[in-house]
């Protein structure tokens, strides 16, 4: 079982920039894809971004942020980020962090999900 505590949401007006963080503890980090979903009031969860076990595939699942956030991992710091630029109103959601089910897996769906934060509420403001 794999723990993981996500940190760094908050309030800010558009145009701003927030850094997401997760914490993973309780198993290999290093072998297992990580992602990061949201999910806005009234709307499904949906997967935002993901990182290989490597960090050597990124995928931006959901187009409306490919350019303005950015993914990473530090499998030393047995950590995963989400930079977030150019923020808008509509990126308003809970975001959780996810890790993925299999070793060596990729996530591209919760199907492909593990373990999941507690999520952090991100906040736009126009």
């Known amino acids: 079982q794999v723990r993981l505590v996500e940190s760094g949401g908050g309030l800010v007006q558009a145009g701003g920039s927030l850094r997401l963080s997760c914490a993973a503890s309780?198993?290999?980090?290093?072998?297992?894809?990580m992602g990061w979903f949201r999910q806005a009031p009234g709307k499904e969860r949906e997967c935002v971004s993901s990182?290989?076990?490597?960090?050597?595939?990124?995928?931006y699942v959901d187009p409306a942020v490919e350019g303005r956030f950015t993914i990473s991992r530090d499998n030393a710091k047995n950590t995963v980020y989400l930079q977030m630029n150019s923020l808008k109103p509509e990126d308003t959601a809970v975001y959780y962090c996810?890790?993925?089910?299999?070793?060596?897996?990729?996530?591209?769906?919760?199907?492909?999900?593990?373990?999941w934060g507690q999520g952090t509420q991100v906040t736009v403001s126009s």
């Open positions: 990182i290989s076990w490597s960090g050597d595939y990124i995928y």
């Open positions: 309780g198993r290999t980090f290093s072998m297992y894809a």
């Open positions: 996810a890790a993925g089910r299999s070793v060596y897996g990729r996530i591209k769906d919760h199907v492909d999900v593990g373990s």
